[in-house]
């Protein structure tokens, strides 16, 4: 049987960005906090412009789609990073919300996959994806025909 797309996964660009900034921010503040201050000249950039730049990049560069055989995914701004999960060894789509993701109303998919050494890393992470109930719904109908 030939592979199908069933169909590509929308995210919400605009809360992605916002999602990729301030989740990195966060990180900076915390670095610049537990350096004393040594890395507060990233975190400027970061604010000044890279930052909006690099969410905003990511947010629209960022595809996942679902076919009859796999979850692919691709991330990435200065490097490209491509994932196809087969079907077959996805054992659970996450709906998780952290913090930030939380504070902006938004919602991620973690792919969990049998054969990950019993970790709890998702092998996959789709974020600020629309209709998430539906996607989880549609990826186990497919993964169980």
């Not at 905003?56 to 701004?77: C, P, Q, S």
Request: proline content about 3%.
């Amino acid at each position: 049987m030939n592979e199908q797309l069933i169909r590509k996964i929308r995210i919400d660009p605009s809360s992605a960005a916002r999602f990729f900034f301030w989740s990195n921010f966060c990180l900076h503040g915390l670095i610049t906090l537990l350096t004393f201050g040594i890395w507060s000249p990233v975190l400027l950039v970061w604010c000044l412009g890279l930052g909006q730049w690099y969410s905003a990049t990511r947010a629209r560069t960022f595809e996942a789609e679902l076919t009859n055989k796999r979850i692919k995914i691709a991330d990435g701004v200065f490097v490209r990073k491509i994932k196809s999960i087969p079907l077959d060894r996805v054992t659970d789509l996450v709906q998780n919300q952290g913090i930030v993701e939380r504070a902006l109303g938004i919602w991620s998919l973690h792919v969990q996959t049998a054969g990950a050494g019993g970790a709890s890393v998702a092998e996959g992470i789709i974020f600020a994806v629309l209709q998430p109930e539906k996607i989880r719904e549609e990826v186990m109908a497919a993964r169980n025909d």
